[in-house]
């Protein structure tokens, strides 16, 4: 089995403000998918990386996948409160077709 | 087109009652799984079906069947239901994008089981 961490596991923050939030691994992923759940609802899918380095922007949502494939990061500019969820981060082992191990997740609350 | 469809929304079970889990989805995907999602342990694999006839036990296939009924329909049956088994529920369907999964999930049910 291939953990997942995810840091921190909550996080409040004023409107406005930045936040980013951590993925890390002992182990290499083919690839990495981060998603967003709200209350009541099942994640979405926001992005998905897959080489090692690689960066990938949505409007002010930053992704990036570390150079060895064993981590991630999701940085969010000027948090609105739409961003507010609970944020998952999903990997693919290179052995485990199809099957996404997740991280616990954080907790994210962006008051007005 | 409404993706990923979950019934109920709602159960409660006594411990021992047997419950089926319903789920279909309308994007023709060929991969369907089933997830369980506990406070602090983030979610869980319970079964998956890479394509219809075939099923595989995922991390948690204890008190669990699976049945992949057609290309559209996964679902999930609790035989002997436990307080254990008090969760939310999550079914999802996939398809290959830049070589890599994507997963498109269901609203959930949220079992009670006392």
């Known amino acids: 089995t291939q953990l997942l961490e995810q840091s921190p596991q909550f996080l409040s923050i004023q409107e406005g403000e930045n936040l980013t939030v951590y993925c890390n691994s002992s182990s290499v992923f083919s690839s990495l998918q981060w998603y967003r759940q709200e209350p009541g609802e099942g994640p979405v899918l926001l992005v998905t990386?897959?080489?090692?380095?690689e960066v990938k922007k949505l409007k002010r949502l930053t992704f990036q996948f570390g150079d060895a494939r064993k981590d991630s990061s999701l940085h969010i500019t000027a948090a609105q409160p739409g961003d507010t969820g609970l944020y998952l981060c999903a990997g693919a082992g290179t052995d485990s077709w199809g099957k996404l191990q997740f991280g616990a997740g954080t907790q994210v609350v962006v008051t007005p | 087109n409404a993706g990923v469809t979950q019934t109920p929304k709602f159960q409660v079970l006594k411990t021992g009652q047997s419950m089926t889990l319903q789920c279909a989805q309308d994007?023709?995907?060929?991969?369907m799984y089933w997830y369980r999602q506990d406070p602090g342990m983030g979610l869980r694999l319970i079964y998956y079906?890479?394509?219809?006839?075939?099923?595989d036990k995922g991390e948690v296939p204890n008190g669990y069947n699976v049945s992949r009924l057609n290309k559209r329909e996964f679902s999930l049956r609790l035989e002997s239901a436990a307080p254990s088994q008090t969760s939310v529920y999550f079914c999802?369907?996939?398809?290959?994008?830049?070589?890599?999964?994507?997963?498109?999930f269901g609203p959930g049910t949220r079992l009670t089981v006392t």
């Open positions: 990386v897959v080489t090692g380095g």
């Open positions: 999802a369907s996939s398809q290959t994008h830049d070589g890599a999964d994507e997963q498109y």
């Open positions: 079906s890479a394509s219809e006839g075939t099923t």
């Open positions: 994007m023709n995907h060929n991969s």
